[in-house]
């Protein structure tokens, strides 16, 4: 089975400040998709970025963007500009092609203003 | 467009007892898949359901049951309820194809006493 791995629980930066969350992944397969979800203390799980595995270009979503490494099995997420509305738990994701998602333990960022 | 909702938001329940949680998917998704989060735990998938059939199934026990209905809601049933149900319970829709983005309701927050 898939397995994902969030190494960080807990990580701290400065407002305006820039972070990276790391998460691995192990897989046999060569088509899947990655995500990175937020969750705020309302549990709402909220998409923040999405990765094809296919593409070799990293994705981007205003201030979110990915360093998608294949060969590595690394998606690291970076948050530029952090905002004390980033503050939450964010949880990296495998999906693969039976719709089913594998997350990782989390990783809760705090803001500091 | 509405997002996913869920039904009831809390729920209390005594060992033993069965509950019934609903989910009402975005608009035109056909695929719920059902999430189990706990502290200890983490996301664990639970079930997909697509048209109206379950397309993929996590390692539950038999207790946890579900089914979707023509419009594509969806209810999750737990039977017999243990202390170690008490969990947040996630549902996600998507459009069911390989790789599409889920989106999550608010979860429903299970204790059993």
């Known amino acids: 089975a898939q397995t994902v791995t969030q190494s960080q629980p807990e990580m701290s930066v400065q407002e305006a400040e820039t972070v990276t969350l790391s998460c691995t992944y192990d897989t046999s397969e060569s088509d899947y998709y990655l995500f990175w979800y937020k969750q705020p203390p309302s549990r709402q799980m909220i998409l923040v970025i999405r990765?094809?595995?296919?593409?070799?270009q990293n994705a981007t979503e205003n201030r979110f963007s990915v360093n998608f490494q294949k060969a590595a099995k690394s998606f690291s997420l970076k948050i530029s500009d952090s905002q004390l509305g980033d503050a939450a738990m964010y949880f990296c994701a495998y999906l693969d092609n039976f719709n089913k998602f594998y997350f990782g333990s989390g990783t809760k960022l705090n803001v500091k203003p | 467009k509405a997002g996913v909702t869920q039904t009831p938001r809390y729920l209390i329940k005594t060992r033993g007892q069965q509950v019934t949680l609903s989910c009402s998917p975005i608009s035109g998704h056909r695929s719920v898949s059902w999430y189990q989060q706990t502290p200890g735990q983490g996301l664990q998938f639970l079930f997909e359901y697509f048209s109206e059939t379950q397309r993929n199934k996590g390692n539950f026990p038999g207790r946890f049951s579900g089914r979707q209905f023509s419009n594509s809601r969806s209810e999750m049933n737990v039977s017999t309820l243990e202390l170690g149900d008490s969990a947040l319970y996630l549902c996600?829709?998507?459009?069911?194809?390989?790789?599409?983005?889920?989106?999550f309701g608010p979860g429903t927050r299970l204790t059993v006493l």
């Open positions: 996600a829709s998507s459009f069911g194809q390989a790789g599409d983005t889920q989106y």
């Open positions: 990765q094809e595995a296919y593409k070799q």
